[in-house]
């Protein structure tokens, strides 16, 4: 099975395990792939919904693989045994959702030798979670996608709790220190939520949090402030 796009992103970097897990499955494209390429010997494919990991099941049986790929139905990490798996996969949802996944489970969360985080929106909540927590952000990349643009993030937990700002987490520091090709029009994607979010607010209580439309809290004030760094970025690039 061929994956391109941000299943593909994901695909290309799971590292040789034994079992992985992948958490909202839906259609088990990922755990399909990675049993198929010998990239792990077995895989979970996990779901909080039952339409959802019907399709799956019927996929697996499909590809012949129901011997190698076991459906558990659950919320978050929960259907998983603690030290189960060797790396999980958390994608197609968004980041305050994979947030509240690891903090239900956080102790589960650090057992495993690999997470791979991939939300479609709001990837701070998650940066910021993994910083306060002590995961460590290994590496991002970019992938692009029916021309949306999703990061992957791959980290485990280490116990070294690195201060993270907020530019930090709204951008990500790992992809500020790539050379990834897809950096430059990402970067203008944030700029672009940015002024969205400031141009939204009212100018007369500029330093009250509020929830934009990524879930984040951020203050009008620092919004502008992390806006400001960013353009500055951009232009010097």
Same mark, same amino acid.
């Given at each position: 099975m061929?994956?391109?796009?941000?299943?593909?992103?994901?695909? &290309?970097n799971?590292p040789?395990?034994?079992i992985?897990?992948?958490?909202g499955?839906?259609?088990?494209f990922i755990p399909?792939?990675?049993?198929?390429?010998?990239?792990c010997e077995k895989?979970?494919?996990?779901?909080?919904?039952p *339409?959802p990991?019907?399709?799956?099941e019927?996929n697996?049986?499909k590809h *012949?693989l129901?011997r190698f790929?076991?459906?558990?139905? *659950?919320?978050g990490?929960?259907?998983?045994? &603690?030290?189960?798996?060797?790396?999980?996969?958390?994608?197609g949802?968004?980041?305050?959702?994979i947030?509240?996944i690891? &903090?239900?489970?956080e102790?589960?969360?650090?057992?495993?030798s690999?997470?791979?985080?991939q939300?479609n929106?709001?990837?701070?909540?998650?940066r910021?979670?993994?910083?306060?927590n002590?995961?460590?952000?290994?590496?991002?990349?970019?992938a &692009?996608?029916d021309?949306?643009?999703?990061?992957l993030?791959k980290?485990?937990?280490t116990?070294?709790?690195?201060?993270?700002?907020?530019?930090?987490?709204?951008i990500g520091?790992?992809l500020?220190e790539?050379?990834?090709?897809?950096?430059?029009?990402y970067?203008e994607?944030k700029l *672009?939520?940015?002024?969205t979010?400031?141009?939204g607010r009212?100018k007369?209580?500029?330093g009250?949090?509020?929830?934009?439309?990524?879930?984040?809290y951020?203050?009008?004030?620092t919004?502008m402030e992390?806006?400001d760094?960013?353009t500055?970025?951009?232009?010097?690039?």
């Amino acid at each position: 099975m061929k994956l391109d796009g941000r299943l593909g992103m994901i695909a &290309e970097n799971i590292p040789k395990c034994r079992i992985l897990a992948d958490v909202g499955t839906d259609h088990a494209f990922i755990p399909i792939h990675a049993v198929k390429a010998s990239i792990c010997e077995k895989a979970l494919a996990t779901d909080v919904r039952p *339409g959802p990991l019907m399709n799956a099941e019927k996929n697996i049986v499909k590809h *012949g693989l129901d011997r190698f790929i076991e459906t558990r139905l *659950g919320d978050g990490l929960e259907p998983i045994h &603690e030290s189960e798996c060797d790396v999980v996969v958390i994608a197609g949802m968004g980041g305050p959702m994979i947030r509240r996944i690891l &903090e239900v489970s956080e102790e589960k969360a650090k057992k495993f030798s690999l997470l791979l985080l991939q939300p479609n929106n709001a990837s701070e909540a998650v940066r910021r979670w993994l910083y306060d927590n002590g995961f460590s952000i290994i590496e991002e990349k970019l992938a &692009e996608d029916d021309r949306k643009l999703y990061c992957l993030i791959k980290t485990r937990w280490t116990g070294v709790y690195e201060k993270g700002d907020d530019f930090d987490c709204y951008i990500g520091k790992r992809l500020m220190e790539s050379n990834d090709p897809l950096l430059k029009p990402y970067l203008e994607k944030k700029l *672009g939520e940015l002024n969205t979010i400031i141009n939204g607010r009212s100018k007369s209580d500029p330093g009250k949090p509020r929830r934009t439309g990524y879930d984040s809290y951020m203050d009008t004030r620092t919004c502008m402030e992390i806006r400001d760094r960013l353009t500055a970025l951009l232009y010097s690039r």
